[in-house]
């Protein structure tokens, strides 16, 4: 086989100074589907953004079917054939699937008006060459993640792609849609397509790729035929060390109910119930993992609970005091947490200093002010030994956070929300796109606290760690409990997909547990 | 942390110099005799203490209007109503100073405070269309300049205006509200000394207090500071009556330090110079001071040289138009800075391991 595509030497740094890519050589054959692999902040996302044109290397060359290129713009990148489905979905919602397939490349009537049967022509027949079945009527805004991830799959086609660049395409998918994503893929590199596939889960690799490189902090560690190589090998390569991302953990013991939710429900500005009727309790010591496709009322709910969002029907009771109607700040004197699922929006300030950022739910305290003056000192003091608790790598408290990668700065949040001695804590997301080193902490800590007697509810789309973690488990289909589970170690995988999907639904009686009932 | 300081700083001085190096071309373009004219700019506010006084003069009401926008700017609400507080306050100390008689010493400081309490009353209006209907407060703001404007006009010709007085004006101020002098053969006033007071309070308000921190992480990122539990209402709130007081006292200062009556009848100006005063300083309250003297000396050195000669004054609005939008251009330098920070980064690279540090 012969190489389509060759990177050289590629180095990029970020404003912010971060070595995302140094020295990266990679390269890839026709045909193949090659996997690119590192842990979360290696630099595949940026080594692949680069690859289409988004951002430009500070040294190094791309060589393309033989030729050195430039690619300075995406739009390049897509005129040479090349291709990329991102890690979060650039489609327009409100847009049928047709429109939304050829924007950019809108087929014209008389050269003026937009020819909307053309269009759909357009789509069915990628749709059939490649046989990615879609139905190009339907809009977007309905449509689950699988689907449009195929009609950003089919987007790239259409645009006439020889290699396809997928950007963690499992991370949002369930098992069954991840299955049949495999299936489509295989039958892509039959039809000749090459296929370059990011991910860390090592399972999938071995089952679909032919070769694989392996990313770990911005250096390439190696290319290997996926055949020659042992997943133990693999994650050795990726993180430098063994992993077991398995978490020790004993049984709970839960004590009372910390929290609970009776009948809530939110309506969004259309009136729709995003989140329906929903009622559990979660009691101390106890670990209640919320699984779910994201965007099924999950959101809603933790920003209810922590006051974000006012419920609109329904009650919240925390240690039995209702705070259906409390403030933040007053759920927060409650003893409760909060991680956020997005760090860069709501939990971090990001231009702010790492001590700033550290004390943003105490800095009114009265140890920490002494009249009107804040004392400064002492704030200083905790932020510095909040910083070696967590191991915060950093320069000092007067860092800014945006220097720091991902999985610290889910640190400076997570020692902010961890050390104001919690009864309660949402934690949504927790790990996301974080390392492995960052990942495994979290995690430990989060188990940690439960043993101290924290009551946790964990919402988060990764469903190694729902089932891990887990002692109690929930599922949420469109702002309903979908299913419930007393034991979330005896949760099989396929079925807990079955639930998210909405294939299947636990009839109420058989949900009782969720109430204690 | 110091990086970006250098770094800002190097920006500051670069749009200094060109907008200086645009004025000298100007100059040397429309005059006969550009040496003199230079001179006479560079230097003239240095020929002599009464010229120097006139730079302090005019830097003591920019500090104020300066610290009254970093307050707000520095909370990310770009409420422009430092010029219509700056004015109710020199009203609401003429007001005083002539409905009530107190003693010396304690009569300017309740007429100060009044100035105040005019100006924050003033944006508090702003402030509370914000804060409640989320009406945007930059238009609001402006609207209320003029509102101000007017309402101080009617007060003064309705309560306060001498009949006597050959133009509009107001009663003569009574001997005891006034400012002293502070420096002989200048008419520097004791206003330099409450400027200076203010810079060191707000500073103190801004870094050293609760308050000031959750102002400051509202101006970061108000989502951040949402779901920390910062009651984000009341810093849009206070932040701006708190730019409005300092307006506010800013006007009652100037008005008692500098002036023997109330002779404004149109806006002076202050509030859009401390703009300019606030976006050079960075916000930076302590930087305040120095960027108010630096823009008084350019415009007591522009008005020194288009006395004597062809040059006129207006080239300091050139100048400061071009320094702002150098200061404010995020893209200048940012070529020289990304290669600062690669050539920093690969030169220590440890390279065992394969390991970048990242962070
Ligand atoms: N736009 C950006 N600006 C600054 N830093 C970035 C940016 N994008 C990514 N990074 C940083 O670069 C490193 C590599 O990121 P990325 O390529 O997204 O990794 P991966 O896709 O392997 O998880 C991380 O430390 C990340 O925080
Ligand atoms: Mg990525």
Same mark, same amino acid.
């Given at each position: 086989m012969d190489e389509i595509l060759s990177m050289k030497g590629i180095t990029k740094v970020y =404003? $912010?100074?971060?070595?995302? $890519?140094?020295e990266v050589d990679f390269s890839v054959q026709k045909g193949e589907i090659h996997a690119i692999m590192g842990e979360n902040g290696a630099g595949k996302s940026t080594l692949m953004k680069i690859l289409f044109g988004m951002e430009q290397p500070e040294e190094g060359e791309i060589h393309y079917k033989g030729k050195k290129v430039t690619l300075n713009s995406p739009s390049v990148a897509i005129d040479y054939g090349i291709g990329m489905v991102h890690q979060h979905f650039m489609l327009v =919602?409100?847009?049928t699937v047709a429109e939304n397939m050829v924007l950019g490349i809108e087929p014209k009537r008389n050269n003026v008006f937009f020819d909307f049967d053309k269009a759909v022509r357009m789509v069915e027949e990628v749709s059939k060459t490649y046989n990615l079945d879609i139905? =190009?009527?339907?809009?977007?805004?309905?449509?689950a993640v699988g689907k449009k991830q195929k009609i950003e799959i089919l987007k790239a086609l259409l645009r006439g792609a020889e290699i396809l660049i997928l950007d963690e395409p499992t991370a949002v998918l369930t098992p069954q849609e991840t299955k049949e994503l495999f299936e489509e893929l295989i039958n892509l590199k039959n039809k000749g397509l090459t296929i370059i596939f990011i991910s860390h889960k090592l399972k999938e690799i071995k089952q679909i790729t032919d070769r694989l490189t392996i990313l770990r902090n911005g250096r390439s560690m190696g290319v290997y035929d996926t055949k020659d190589i042992s997943e133990q090998e693999i994650s050795r390569l990726m993180v430098g060390r063994d992993v077991i991302l398995t978490v020790n953990k004993t049984d709970a013991i839960p004590g009372d109910t910390v929290l609970k939710i009776e009948d809530l429900s939110f309506y969004d500005k259309g009136n729709k119930p995003v989140v329906k009727d929903l009622s559990f309790r979660l009691r101390k010591g106890e670990i209640l993992g919320i699984a779910g496709v994201e965007g099924n009322g999950q959101g809603e709910l933790v920003e209810m609970i922590t006051g974000l969002k006012k419920a609109s029907k329904g009650k919240i009771f925390i240690n039995d005091q209702e705070a259906t109607k409390l403030s933040v700040k007053n759920i927060r004197n409650l003893k409760t947490s909060h991680i956020p699922e997005d760090r860069m929006v709501y939990g971090v300030?990001?231009?702010?200093t790492i001590g700033e950022n550290l004390i943003s739910d105490r800095y009114d305290y009265p140890v920490y002010n002494t009249g009107l003056i804040q004392r400064v000192k002492d704030l200083v003091q905790k932020s510095n030994e909040l910083i070696d608790d967590y191991s915060i790598k950093c320069d000092g408290h007067t860092q800014q956070v945006n220097m720091l990668s991902g999985g610290n700065i889910q640190k400076v949040v997570v020692a902010r929300e961890f050390s104001s001695d919690p009864e309660l804590i949402i934690a949504d997301? =927790?790990?996301?796109?974080?390392?492995v080193g960052s990942t495994e902490f979290i995690r430990n800590k989060l188990v940690e606290l439960r043993d101290e007697g924290t009551a946790i509810l964990l919402v988060s789309a990764d469903l190694n760690e729902v089932m891990e973690l887990s002692d109690s488990l929930m599922v949420m289909y469109e702002g309903e409990m979908a299913a419930y589970f007393e034991d979330a170690s005896k949760v099989d995988e396929m079925e807990l997909g079955m639930y998210m999907l909405g294939l299947k639904k636990m009839e109420v009686k058989e949900m009782g547990g969720a109430l204690g009932e | 942390m110091n990086k970006k300081i250098l770094f800002e700083a190097m920006r500051t001085l670069v749009a200094i110099g060109v907008a200086l190096l645009l004025a000298f071309i100007i100059i040397f373009t429309v005059s006969e005799d550009p040496g003199y004219a230079l001179q006479r700019f560079l230097l003239g506010p240095l020929s002599s203490l009464r010229n120097f006084g006139n730079v302090l003069e005019m830097a003591i009401p920019l500090v104020f209007t300066g610290l009254a926008i970093s307050v707000m700017f520095t909370a990310k609400q770009f409420n422009l109503g430092a010029e219509g507080g700056f004015f109710i306050g020199a009203v609401g100390a003429t007001a005083l100073a002539l409905s009530f008689e107190l003693p010396p010493i304690i009569m300017p400081i309740v007429a100060i405070l009044c100035g105040g309490i005019a100006g924050g009353l003033g944006n508090a209006i702003p402030a509370l269309l914000k804060s409640k209907l989320d009406a945007s407060e930059l238009v609001s703001s402006l609207m209320m300049n003029y509102i101000l404007f007017w309402l101080g006009i009617f007060i003064i010709n309705n309560y306060?205006?001498?009949?006597?007085?050959?133009?509009m004006a107001s009663h003569r101020l009574p001997e005891q509200v006034k400012l002293i002098r502070v420096l002989e053969g200048t008419r520097v006033h004791f206003g330099i000394f409450i400027a200076l007071l203010m810079v060191i309070l707000v500073y103190l308000f801004l870094y050293r207090s609760r308050w000031g921190y959750a102002l400051r992480m509202v101006g970061l990122n108000i989502r951040f500071a949402e779901y920390s539990g910062i009651n984000t209402k009341s810093v849009v709130l206070y932040s701006q009556i708190i730019g409005g007081i300092i307006a506010g006292m800013g006007g009652a200062v100037e008005l008692l330090g500098m002036y023997t009556r109330f002779t404004w009848f149109q806006l002076p100006g202050y509030g859009w110079d401390g703009i300019i005063v606030a976006i050079m300083a960075r916000n930076n309250p302590l930087l305040i001071p120095v960027f108010a003297f630096f823009l008084g000396y350019l415009r007591i050195g522009a008005d020194l040289m288009s006395r004597v000669t062809d040059v006129p004054s207006e080239v300091v609005a050139i100048i400061q138009g071009i320094m702002i939008m150098l200061v404010t251009a995020e893209r200048l330098l940012a070529g020289w800075r990304h290669r600062m920070i690669v050539k920093e980064k690969m030169q220590n690279q440890p390279i065992d391991e394969g390991g970048v540090q990242n962070g």
């Open positions: =404003p $912010n100074g971060i070595v995302a $890519n140094k =919602p409100s847009l139905d =190009p009527n339907a809009v977007v805004l309905d449509l300030a990001a231009e702010g997301q =927790p790990t996301r796109g974080i390392d | 306060f205006r001498d009949a006597q007085a050959g133009a």
